[in-house]
């Protein structure tokens, strides 16, 4: 069983990273879906996407929870029914889940790709990154600074958030695999530590 990844954060805190290898079948077995989750599978036209939600259940086994122990607010936030607090992310051949007893959580893997220069304007003040005269690089912290900010997107949990004006990354070194973020929206502020890690061409980052 291909699970990639196991992170202790902290004594409350586990993310697990699954490298998706299996075929739909293979995944499927072992695996008991709610009717409402089955019917989402059915629906979608990507088995990349099939296989990537059920890798996710794979993680929640691992960590002994089933997919009836799993729901979904009125805004696509994912909890657990026991309290505790989860994000869940999947891109491509990865898929991750961070849970907590304490603190809400967040997520996010993404693929690194130079899609991500032409678009960096619209989530951070790429003026900061000029110094950065390595393609590579750039396209290397744009995308921790993406999945940062997507990361405390889904802790806070709701729609409104602009990843621009709302959510603020501090400035970091790659050596030193975290750093830190801000939400500021509408007189609501919170502060949160942020962990990131890179592997086979993707990059993952959690946030608490």
Known sequence: MPLFKSITVNSTTKVLIWKIEESFEDLSFGID???NSQER?????????QRGFLSVRHLLKEVGYSDSDLFYDEFGKPHLKDGKHISITHSFTFSGIIISDENPVG???EMQRDKILKIAHKFTPIQEYRTIANTEALISKLTIVWGAKESLYK???KKQLRFLENIYIEDFKFADQKTSGRISFQGYTSSHQVHFLEFEGFTGVFAY
């Open 107 to 109: 997520i996010d893997i």
């Open 41 to 49: 599978v059915d629906g979608m036209k990507s088995e990349l996407h």
């Open 33 to 35: 879906l709610t009717k």
């Open 155 to 157: 802790i806070f949990g």
